[in-house]
């Protein structure tokens, strides 16, 4: 069951300043509203995973890792290999993430994350087939969010993507009935390079790439990936409250303009070539 | 796989004959459980849902009550014998998702600071699923609420919409839902002019998401206008026998 969430008291003095600040077109750590804080990635920082990267936004920290490994299909896609994106939000992050089974905002995540991947059809799982219905490859995202500062959503897109774009996979050989791992590698093929746009929504004013505070504050978020070509491929309000279809409409705008900008910061290293 | 799925008929009629902007045939009854304090079912297409709400009563264990207003819990859920192939019980990562969706899609909804310290449960049974019943289960979850005589700052209806072979439609059935390029399932309230539920995945553009937004609207309000029918008719059947 799905039980309303308690949120982290935070003072009224410092809800009233974000709203104070807001309507001034501010915001308390300095940005403006449409403004993203700043990102860092950091490439293959784990070396036993096929692919992975650290990527800092702001003092939010998500590291993601891809592994690699062949499994049975699914009767649905005999010929596709499988993806697999779990997040954890690991207790060392924040004292609201706790030990156990994944919470619904993990899980909920790590969808989102997914539908980011497999819906821009940046992963071809049709060319990840080994032997049709019997071998495939699987590929594991494993999100970890390391330091909790807001919006991991964005951070962990721009992460996993990021992972993937660098990851190398094993080549197997079927020998007989046997499917045997050589020491050959082939580079996989990233074919988009989606971005989310995530909203904090205080009153009627909005905010980009929230921080902590503001997610806190706000009465629900909005978030948007955006296509290479500026089609979108997932969108989620999390969060109570009510957006008006007007507002939605603006928020498509401001993703298609903002992620142009955030792709390039975010992919550089992919794009340049390093990976 | 292999075969193509046809969605579309050449007099450019969708699988189930409807036009690209018709519901699909929908039958809503309220008060139809005998202990819950409000409860619902709907059918829309082949789907049919069952909604029940619990409450306003006391939260317990004491720790997940709020002081300033009341608590929601809610729990999608699909009958094992919903689906073509059985669905195992235990609560999917769909599920578990989907009832947190739904909560935050009603929360906005529910005048929650007349009723501090308390918690009201909402329970959404699928008993046969045909794409949509996110957005069928949300329907019938209002009006649990209003039959609860829960004040509520109005009523809201969901719909999907999305894209199918390059097409913009209504109310995805289930073969839609699972071939088409494009699901957006949204829940709107007409008087308040808010989208309390919104999702999308699939590929769509930004005209396409627009156009398909307001076509989300459009059938809202048509929806609204049934959840009103339904609870007149629940209410005015109680007047008769006082």
New interface residues.
Partial sequence: ????E?RPIISKLEQQELRRLLAENRRIDGRSPLQYRNISVQLGYVEKAEGSALVELGNTKVLAAVKIGIAVPFA????EGILIVNAELVPLASPTFEPGP?S?ES??L??YVD?SIR???SIDLSSLCIVPGRSVYSLYVDLYILDYDGNLIDASVIASVNALGITNMPRYVVEGQAIKKTDEYFKLELKDHPVSLTYAFLDDKYVVDPCLSEEYASD?T?SMTV?SD????????????????RR??EL??RS?ELGKELRTVAYRQLTSGNG | ?GEKIVLFSEDGKRSDGRGLDELRPIRIKVGVLSNAQGSAYIEQGKNKILAAVYGPKEALPKH?S?PDRC?????YHMAPFSTTERKSPAPS??E??L??????AL??LVMTSLFPRTVI?IFIEVLQADGGTRCAGLTAAVLALADAGIPLRGLAAACAVGKADGKIVVDLNDLEDKYGEAD?PVA??PT???????????????EE??QA??LA?TATQKMHKMQVDALRERFSVQRREV
Avoid: W
């Avoid at chain 1, 500026?230 to 279809?245: E, H, L, T, V, Y």
């Fill in positions: 069951m799905s039980i309303t308690q649905d896609t005999p010929n994944p619904e899980i909920s790590s969808r539908r819906e821009s059809k629900f909005v296509k500026d089609r979108f491929c997932a969108i989620q309000k999390n969060g109570g409250g009510m957006i008006s279809p939605v409409i498509l705008d298609v | 796989m997940i709020l608590i929601l819990r809610c729990r990562r769909r578990i998702e009832s947190m969706v739904l909560r935050n929360e906005p449960d957006m709107y309230n308040l002019d808010g989208i309390t539920l919104l999702q999308m995945d699939g590929i769509m553009s930004k998401v627009e937004l307001s609207i």
